[in-house]
């Protein structure tokens, strides 16, 4: 499985910005996908992720981030409104095997990783 992160980019806060994952191999639709996010000088946290028809949010995402998944394209993507300078880090995409009913949130419990993208905001 690969993974291609994109979209991410410099953006006032406030402002919107929306990634996308594209996956290739086998990525069955009942697989996790999930977004993760390291700023320097933290750990790689959880942001989101979508299994089936669920999806889970990091607290400070929620309400802001939309996590969606488009099965016929093998396509994960991350719409993110009214960013903040804390949003600033680099955003990787995530894929393991699905579990009926359950959201890893450990980045340990995820599979395969892509490259990572950029996101900035500016305060």
């Known amino acids: 499985v690969q993974l291609q992160a994109s979209g991410g980019g410099l953006v006032q806060a406030g402002g919107s910005l929306r990634l996308s994952c594209a996956a290739s191999?086998?990525?069955?639709?009942?697989?996790?996908m999930g977004w993760f996010r390291h700023a320097p000088g933290k750990v790689r946290e959880f942001v989101a992720a979508?299994?089936?028809?669920?999806?889970d949010y990091a607290d400070s995402v929620k309400g802001r981030f939309t996590i969606s998944r488009d099965n016929a394209k093998n396509t994960v993507y991350l719409q993110m409104d009214s960013l903040k300078a804390e949003d600033t880090a680099v955003y990787y995409c995530?894929?393991?095997?699905?579990?009926?009913?359950?959201?890893?949130?450990?980045?340990?419990?995820?599979?395969?990783w892509g490259q990572g993208t950029q996101v900035t905001v500016s305060s």
């Open positions: 995530a894929t393991r095997r699905g579990v009926v009913g359950i959201i890893p949130r450990r980045p340990s419990s995820y599979d395969y």
């Open positions: 191999g086998s990525t069955p639709s009942s697989a996790v």
């Open positions: 979508v299994n089936g028809g669920s999806t």
